[in-house]
């Protein structure tokens, strides 16, 4: 494999452990010496060795099917959402939310293309994809994800949608520039998303947007429903009016947290992430 970058300050060995890490995901949940060592682009004794280094460091197993991940992977994703603190601040209003509605909240955020979920409360429904802390979907399609792109600035919104999903989805809405352009100025204007089985069949969501002291975007809430028990009208005319007073209640949780005085070790709160 080629070096990525010209910086020398670029650690080509920690990006190939990671190309390896990111190698696992769905419908590979454990592969051979070969299979990662093709998927990744690596030789098989560069590929070895750092599966052998994530074998000791706890991340990675060896076991009779092939190479697998452990749940100690989630380490690294928790520490993040734990870092930001948006989830202790959102999780109450998220729980009430869901008690009222009896559907499904999420949190996400952009990485690139795509929306990352990072935090959720759930409830039992058989929908078509599954949902989790960590789940990945192209932005276009999804609710969560309008609203995310409907708030970037044009240049950086160019630059967002240049780049290739990392999700493995196949999109099933897949608007022309205009459409996309019309369908974001729209989400501006009404200040909240819908997406009506735009991503999969039976999925329908509204999204509003996370807001902190300064009034950036830092996430988008969503309430999700099943296309073939809850209407359009039902999740607009009695869903969103709460989803946007939760959106609105936890965007006043972080302004005040970002009020509050911050000195060197005694910080009083976690830093919010900066906007993806």
């Known amino acids: 494999m080629q070096r990525r970058g010209e910086d020398p300050d670029f650690v080509e060995a920690v990006a190939r ?21 093709t998927e990744t682009g690596l030789a098989r004794p560069t590929a070895r060795r750092i599966l052998l280094t994530l074998q ?3 991340y990675a197993r060896s076991t009779p099917r092939g190479w697998e991940l452990t749940p100690r992977v989630l380490d690294l994703g928790t520490a993040y959402v734990q870092a930001s603190g948006l989830w202790e ?6 729980e009430a939310l869901v008690a009222r509605t009896g559907e499904s909240c999420s949190l996400a955020q952009l990485d690139g293309s795509d929306i990352v979920y990072v935090a959720r409360v759930a409830v039992p429904k058989i929908i078509a994809l599954q949902v989790s802390v ?29 780049q290739p999903s990392r999700s493995g989805v196949q999109q099933r809405w897949q608007p022309s520039p205009a459409e996309l352009d019309a369908a974001l100025r729209e989400v501006r204007a009404q200040g909240w998303a819908l997406t ?11 999204a509003a947007p996370l807001r902190d002291g300064d009034g950036r ?13 809850t209407s359009v009208g039902t999740l607009l005319g009695e869903h969103l009016p709460l989803l946007l007073r939760t959106a609105a209640d936890i ?26």
């Open 217 to 229: 975007v830092v996430a988008a809430a969503n309430v999700t429903v099943h296309a073939a028990e």
């Open 196 to 206: 009506d089985e735009q991503l999969a069949p039976g999925i329908r969501s509204v």
């Open 56 to 58: 000791a460091l706890g």
């Open 89 to 94: 601040l959102a999780r109450p209003h998220m």
């Open 251 to 276: 965007g006043a949780d972080l302004a005040r947290v970002g009020a509050l005085p911050v000195s060197g070790a005694d910080r009083a709160a976690p830093a919010l992430p900066a906007r993806p």
């Open 17 to 37: 452990g990671l190309d390896v890490l990111t190698a696992f995901g769905p419908g590979r949940p454990a592969m051979s010496l070969s299979e990662v060592a």
């Open 134 to 162: 960590g789940t990945r979907f192209p932005a276009v399609p999804t609710s969560l994800g309008k609203v995310l792109l409907a708030a970037l600035d044009p240049a950086d919104l160019a630059g967002v949608l240049a």
